[in-house]
């Protein structure tokens, strides 16, 4: 297509520039964030241990510093790759091995730190430049549409936050792009060949993270609607290529259905206003970022509150923002329904609405907060961004109205400058609203890293292993199991407990001459304290926040 002077004078340099950026987001400061507690759990895998073989070693060795965690959260010559997918596979089945082997040969190949193990995630999201880019031309055949939705993904701040973190999330967008270039070039040219590259490409994705089942039955009810209910030749195509995906996926399928307990917390029944607070939020999050205007948690999904409802008062800019970014998402998906074609607007359609739709109607029906975990919706951000995409490129490739044009100009300026903002100040932060439960660590850690000669007390091993990560060197650590009430040894300045189970705290509380004291609320932080161990005046170097 040919585009007049002004596409190649401004857009286009602005697209580039908006790129550099975007890599540059990927890998600022890619240390700089708390390592959280699921990431804590990836590098555990990623050393072929589960959580309960750490909790024996740890309860064995009894008062251990930081250093003692290293051992597991690497590569270690006891264990092997089959270790790590046996632990996926006996105690978290819902998180597929492909990442985690993939991650294991990389941190095996460069070495553990929080740096080389994140920077597996951020070099695998810079694919998704060419994937959403070859997806845009199967779909549009216009090369603005593949280059806009390269610069909005480019600053996407969901985009960005996932690619520093060590977690699946890069390798699942990769996945469900590559997915889905295979099947809409194998619905263009139904060839044997060209089915058997998407066989591969679902099952890759079938092992690299479960919602892909989501995206395939997407996948499904597109070309039903396409091929109008009837048994056509690539309707058969496809049904023979999804299952032979799925027979290949059964081993895994057989581990989840006999090893999956279930993930507590996002079962756990959310007031219908949060859910919509954070279904609107959540929107934004492609181009938006509100955290950048408040230093407290977004979400507690512990407790089921909306931690930040000053953020969406209407004496703020933060609603307006998110209302305006969701009549632009909304009328993106109105302009391709009305402008492309059916087999165009019906693949959107369906990448953006299949997967939240089967996780809004259970927690309606039956509680739960499923539909407000913003990862979940990694295809709808996806289809979100190509539609957002395929609105400003046709809208700035339109000269014959000035005013439109113009408008247009402004719009596709500023949306992209609000993903860099977002990505600018979030790159600076120690901590942000993906880390959940570990939030509020990097607090916690400076609360501990005032004193001495402190002992870290937990009942969760992993919590330890993620704080220690903050702390300075000295501090020691002891993991008790829940039930336990320890002995606490002398020779310490302060021992606190750290996010405890309530017999510890109870119990804890019933020793002689003994009390405890919340420094942190939010991060679960105790100090407690004996008539006999602290100096006068001691613990006044102590500054808690009682949040």
Request: glycine content about 4%; overall charge positive.
């Amino acid at each position: 297509m040919f585009y007049k002077k002004p596409y190649f004078t401004w857009l286009k340099i602005f697209i580039a520039i908006t790129l550099i950026l975007g890599i540059c987001f990927r890998f600022i400061n890619i240390d700089r964030k708390v390592y959280w507690y699921d990431e804590t759990i990836t590098s555990l895998r990623i050393a072929g241990y589960t959580r309960d073989e750490l909790e024996d070693i740890t309860d064995e060795a009894g008062i251990i510093n930081g250093e003692f965690f290293q051992q597991y959260q690497g590569t270690n010559p006891k264990k092997n790759v089959i270790n790590t997918i046996n632990s996926l596979a006996t105690e978290n089945p819902e998180h597929l091995p492909i990442y985690f082997v993939l991650l294991r040969w990389w941190v095996k190949l460069f070495g553990h730190s929080v740096a080389v193990t994140r920077s597996f995630s951020a070099l695998t999201s810079l694919l998704v430049f060419p994937c959403i880019y070859l997806l845009c031309r199967e779909l549009f055949n216009q090369p603005l549409v593949g280059e806009i939705a390269i610069a909005l993904t480019a600053v996407s701040p969901i985009s960005v936050l996932y690619a520093q973190e060590a977690r699946v999330y890069s390798l699942f967008t990769v996945a469900i792009l590559l997915s889905s270039i295979a099947l809409v070039r194998a619905m263009k040219i139904s060839t044997k060949r060209n089915w058997q590259i998407y066989t591969v490409s679902l099952i890759f994705a079938l092992y690299t993270h479960l919602f892909s089942i989501l995206v395939a039955l997407g996948y499904g009810l597109y070309i039903l609607l396409i091929e109008k209910l009837k048994l056509t030749k690539k309707l058969k195509s496809y049904l023979l290529a999804s299952v032979s995906g799925f027979i290949i996926f059964l081993p895994w399928l057989i581990a989840i259905i006999e090893h999956f307990d279930g993930t507590k917390w996002v079962s756990r029944t959310a007031p219908l206003l949060t859910l919509l607070k954070r279904w609107f939020i959540n929107i934004g999050f492609t181009f938006l970022d509100i955290q950048i205007g408040s230093s407290e948690r977004l979400f507690d999904v512990k407790n089921i509150v909306f931690d930040n409802d000053a953020l969406l008062s209407l004496n703020t800019i933060w609603p307006y923002l998110l209302l305006i970014t969701l009549v632009l998402v909304i009328y993106s998906i109105y302009f391709i329904c009305r402008n492309a074609p059916k087999s165009v607007n019906l693949f959107i359609l369906t990448l953006i609405l299949v997967t939240p739709i089967t996780l809004i109607i259970p927690d309606l029906i039956s509680g739960g907060q499923r539909s407000t975990i913003p990862r979940y919706f990694i295809p709808s951000y996806l289809g979100i961004s190509i539609s957002v995409a395929y609105l400003l490129a046709t809208n700035l490739t339109n000269f014959s109205n000035q005013i439109k044009y113009k408008f247009w100009q402004i719009v596709t300026v500023t949306l992209i400058s609000v993903g860099v903002i977002s990505c600018g100040i979030s790159s600076q932060a120690d901590t942000w609203w993906h880390k959940y439960s570990s939030y509020y660590d990097p607090q916690v850690a400076k609360i501990i890293n005032q004193t001495n000669n402190p002992l870290v007390i937990s009942n969760h091993s992993l919590r330890l292993a993620s704080l220690s990560y903050l702390l300075n060197p000295q501090v020691k650590f002891q993991f008790v199991e829940v039930g336990d009430v320890p002995e606490i040894p002398d020779g310490f300045s302060h021992v606190f407990i750290f996010r405890p189970e309530w017999s510890l705290i109870s119990g804890l509380e019933t020793q002689e001459n003994s009390s405890l004291e919340l420094v942190h609320n939010s991060g679960e932080l105790w100090i407690l304290t004996y008539s006999r161990r602290y100096p006068t005046g001691e613990r006044g170097i102590l500054q808690s926040d009682k949040n």
